[in-house]
């Protein structure tokens, strides 16, 4: 398996504009977890899904964020409108189980707001 | 709500000293994880502990459970150049795992 695959790796957007990254957990991974990370904040959880349902969504910021996993194989998370305070990197993780095993973690993508 | 801190924010060392980073919940833990960021990388597992008092070793790193399950520490012995990172607890109880904010770790040559 090649891992987590998030794209893209590097987003550069103008304030206002929507935003949508994208995520393909490992196969057969039951859970999907979204994070990110700033210097200020360090690893913030955002939302994640087991068996594509959002299961925890308390760690998204605000309505402009929204996520979505239509299927286990596929996940995005979509700010709308972005603003310079989202500039961040984002990881999406996936795991077998929540907590128990180990998650793994996709090489990210470095969001900036201008 | 859960909450897991981790201390200290950030260490710099010698090569060749050790390192200790402390991870502390809000509440009793089902476990713990480790992981390591490497300066511009993704946070990579390390290891897991599940007992209380529990005590593994990977080469120079000793990861330690505490007995009331509510404390970690993760020390290195011996610094080297390859161990720069951030260093990452993770807290898992009841569906709800939390992440420290981590320890950055720098090594002078």
């Known amino acids: 398996d090649a891992g987590v695959i998030q794209s893209p790796r590097h987003e550069v957007t103008e304030m206002g504009q929507e935003v949508t990254l994208r995520c393909k957990p490992i196969s057969g991974h039951d859970y999907l977890f979204w994070y990110r990370q700033t210097m200020m904040r360090g690893l913030e959880l955002l939302i994640y899904f087991n068996n594509n349902v959002p299961i925890d969504d308390s760690g998204m910021p605000e309505d402009r964020f929204s996520a979505k996993m239509p299927n286990a194989s596929f996940s995005t998370l979509k700010i709308q409108p972005s603003e310079p305070r989202d500039s961040a990197v984002y990881f999406c993780a996936s795991s077998l189980w929540v907590g128990s095993t180990e998650a793994f973690f996709g090489q990210g993508t470095r969001l900036t707001v201008v | 709500g859960q909450q897991v801190m981790q201390i200290p924010q950030y260490q710099h060392v010698q090569e060749g000293e050790d390192f200790t980073t402390y991870c502390n919940s809000s509440?009793?833990?089902?476990?713990i994880q480790w992981y390591k960021q490497r300066p511009g990388g993704h946070p990579v597992f390390l290891i897991q502990?599940?007992?209380?008092?529990e005590v593994k070793k990977q080469k120079r790193l000793t990861f330690q459970f505490g007995e009331a399950k509510k404390n970690s520490s993760l020390h290195i012995t011996a610094t080297q150049t390859t161990d720069v990172g951030t260093y990452f607890c993770?807290?898992?109880?009841?569906?709800?795992?939390?992440f420290g904010a981590g320890t950055r770790l720098t090594v002078k040559p």
């Open positions: 502990l599940v007992k209380s008092g």
């Open positions: 993770a807290g898992y109880n009841n569906n709800d795992m939390r």
């Open positions: 509440t009793t833990l089902s476990n």
